[in-house]
């Protein structure tokens, strides 16, 4: 997101006392939604302090006020802008890889396509154009396309770039496929609100910036052990919320922090963790692979939550519904959840997965069959977008999930010599001999 790349790494920056933290808003920042923050405020006064998770969930997914399912959050005019946005490339060259490792499973009858969290399906069209463009090559298997998105508005918006008109939604609201359509070339799309709901088979599931909005908790460290940092309402302002720390032990801090852990503030998705282990499950079981493209790190960063309003950093405690929410993924925790039953490769940096795709040549190729000033001008901004240092390049990480096998050197006959396995596009570099 473009907005996040030029940010700091964290929006909130904790003063802490021993056991307490404030978060004031702005001078002339926009009054909260009252909806919302009635919701919430009851809450507290109801059952206490509310963990970070619950606020975030609350904020982003309420069915009535959450932030997703009221707002079209994404493009120009809305809070952040996505690499399938700015590039057509970028959706192109996961689509290459989606066929890559499609290829290196043995070529499976059955290819599913499943992305959480597919924004405006701009990323699922660029990686179904490579299909079509590959049909020699991907036409005999059965190809379907499975969305996992709790956005109404969002899935209007990805049926409208998908499908047009050619979809419906299902009768009841608890289907487990609540819309089914079907594109131009005749590819049936299905979509869902759980990862559970989608049918089990061989399948590349891709997610990109899906994890950073998942739900975390917080931790700090006291000196009376780690604290979870809780949501509870500003007693001065009645109107308004605060961080503070439990005063004891809860059931995640107790949990969720590692005993070796040396960092004084902890971030934990725990979601993260239980959808990484299905993931894994699901390529365990029925072969395939998974790959994350988020920003993140590898369990070194400390406080990255933050929120987005408008391209620009915004309160996370303010207005709540009206803003993105979202904290860096520690992809040292999803290799850990992923345990031992699939291989994990990465993370790698975005400008590394890219230029290994072959993201150079492309671009390359794309120049030469172009002859428009402004359109070539586009095209290498957008590449200098994705690609450089000081933007997405280092700021985004890959990250996969493979079955053991794809890692496994292939068997050969007695008295000849194996082959190594072949090489994960993007992971290490192509060739194009």
């Known amino acids: 997101m473009i907005s996040r790349v030029f940010s700091p790494s964290a929006a909130v920056r904790w003063r802490a006392a021993q056991t307490r933290l404030s978060c004031s808003s702005p001078p002339g920042e926009e009054k909260p939604r009252p909806s919302m923050l009635r919701h919430l405020t009851s809450k507290i006064k109801a059952t206490g302090p509310i963990t970070v998770s619950e606020y975030m969930r609350e904020v982003l997914t309420n069915p009535v006020a959450g932030y997703y399912v009221r707002n079209n959050m994404l493009g120009p005019n809305g809070d952040f802008i996505t690499s399938p946005e700015i590039s057509q490339i970028f959706g192109e060259l996961l689509g290459v890889w989606t066929v890559s490792e499609w290829m290196a499973a043995g070529r499976p009858k059955q290819l599913q396509l499943v992305e959480l969290g597919p924004g405006k399906g701009s990323l699922a069209v660029d990686v179904l154009r490579v299909f079509n463009q590959l049909r020699s090559v991907v036409g005999a298997a059965s190809v379907s396309l499975h969305l996992v998105e709790v956005s109404p508005v969002l899935s209007r918006l990805q049926a409208e770039n998908l499908t047009g008109s050619h979809s419906q939604q299902a009768d009841a609201e608890d289907e487990p496929v609540y819309r089914r359509g079907e594109t131009a070339t005749g590819l049936p799309v299905s979509w869902y609100r759980r990862l559970e709901d989608v049918p089990s088979g061989f399948s590349i599931f891709l997610a990109h910036e899906f994890f950073d909005a998942l739900p975390i908790h917080k931790f700090q460290r006291t000196q009376r052990g780690w604290r979870e940092v809780m949501v509870d309402i500003d007693p001065e302002k009645m109107d308004q919320l605060r961080f503070v720390v439990a005063p004891s032990p809860t059931p995640a801090s107790a949990t969720f922090v590692q005993a070796d852990e040396r960092r004084d503030h902890v971030e934990v998705c725990a979601e993260a963790g239980v959808v990484v282990q299905q993931l894994a499950r699901?390529?365990?079981?029925?072969?395939?692979?998974?790959?994350?493209?988020?920003?993140?790190?590898?369990?070194?960063?400390?406080?990255?939550?933050?929120?987005?309003?408008?391209?620009?950093?915004?309160?996370?405690?303010?207005?709540?519904?009206?803003?993105?929410?979202?904290?860096?993924?520690?992809?040292?925790?999803?290799?850990?959840?992923?345990?031992?039953?699939v291989?994990?490769?990465?993370?790698?940096?975005?400008?590394?997965?890219?230029?290994?795709?072959?993201?150079?040549?492309?671009?390359?190729?794309?120049?030469?069959?172009?002859?428009?000033?402004?359109?070539?001008?586009?095209?290498?901004g957008s590449y200098d977008m994705l690609t450089s240092r000081s933007k997405m390049g280092e700021r985004f990480h890959f990250f996969s999930l493979l079955h053991r096998s794809r890692l496994a050197e292939p068997t050969r006959p007695a008295g000849k010599r194996s082959a190594a396995p072949l090489p994960v596009a993007g992971f290490t570099e192509l060739s194009f001999s």
Not at 361 to 370: D, E, G, K, P, T
Request: aromatic letters at 6%.
């Open 282 to 341: 699901r390529i365990q079981q029925d072969g395939g692979a998974a790959l994350i493209a988020d920003y993140g790190h590898d369990g070194t960063k400390t406080d990255t939550f933050r929120g987005f309003k408008g391209h620009r950093l915004h309160d996370v405690l303010s207005s709540p519904g009206s803003a993105d929410l979202t904290a860096d993924v520690d992809f040292g925790f999803l290799r850990r959840m992923a345990g031992g039953g």
């Open 343 to 380: 291989a994990c490769l990465g993370p790698v940096t975005q400008t590394t997965f890219l230029k290994n795709m072959g993201i150079d040549s492309r671009l390359q190729v794309l120049l030469r069959n172009c002859s428009d000033a402004s359109t070539r001008e586009q095209l290498l």
